[in-house]
């Protein structure tokens, strides 16, 4: 009786902040931040993932509550935690922007996040990784290639033209003209300027 009683009891918290955290959304959309910020708050409290996902947007961009970048990244970290690939990604670039670089835990946490939600699908985590990697003070190439891949393949169109430069260079993978033309096509064909000039050239 009293497990039973113990998983009403989860169920009903869960409930309640799936419907705040509903609320919030739709009262950010009607323009009500505060009442938003405070509807995601609750459920946030209570532990649910969307919703510290949705307050640390809040801290991020100062919506129904004040601009605190390392609010947000509390909550973000929360909602990462528990496995919010966005989260992951947004608590992961705040730890290698915001950090100093010599913070050797800070830099692997952000990795490891930033890898989770690349494999979870986002597509701004397959792209910071790519170019990540690429630019490191020991690059890893073929490792960067495949995320930049990743990316281009979710429609990413900066990231097509990094794979465009990874070919015309040989960054990765065997230099081949053609393949790299075909991909700063396609990168231009999304509007990419940085590909339509590579092209004129």
Not at 63 to 78: I, P, Q, W
Not at 92 to 99: M, N, S, T
Not at 117 to 126: D, H, K, L, N, V
Not at 171 to 184: P, R, S
């Amino acid at each position: 009786l009293e497990e039973a009683a113990f998983q009403l009891q989860q169920i009903f918290r869960i409930d309640i902040s799936i419907a705040l955290n509903i609320l919030g959304i739709e009262s950010m959309r009607a323009g009500h931040y505060r009442v938003a910020y405070a509807c995601f708050k609750l459920a946030a409290d209570r532990g649910y993932s969307k919703a510290q996902f949705n307050v640390g947007l809040c801290y991020e961009h100062g919506r129904g509550t004040e601009k605190d970048l390392e609010k947000a990244a509390f909550y973000y970290y929360h909602a990462a935690s528990s496995h919010h690939p966005m989260a992951q990604y947004r608590y992961a670039r705040y730890l290698l922007c915001h950090r100093p670089e010599n913070e050797w835990d800070g830099h692997q946490k952000a990795v490891t996040f930033l890898e989770q939600a690349a494999m979870a699908g986002i597509t701004e985590a397959q792209a910071y990784l790519g170019v990540f990697y690429m630019r490191g003070l020991q690059p890893k190439e073929k490792r960067g290639l495949k995320y930049l891949l990743l990316a281009a393949k979710n429609g990413d169109a900066q990231s097509r033209y990094h794979v465009g430069v990874c070919y015309e260079k040989g960054l990765g993978v065997q230099q081949n003209l053609a393949e790299a033309i075909k991909h700063y096509r396609q990168s231009a064909a999304a509007g990419n300027r940085n590909a339509q000039e590579r092209l004129r050239v």
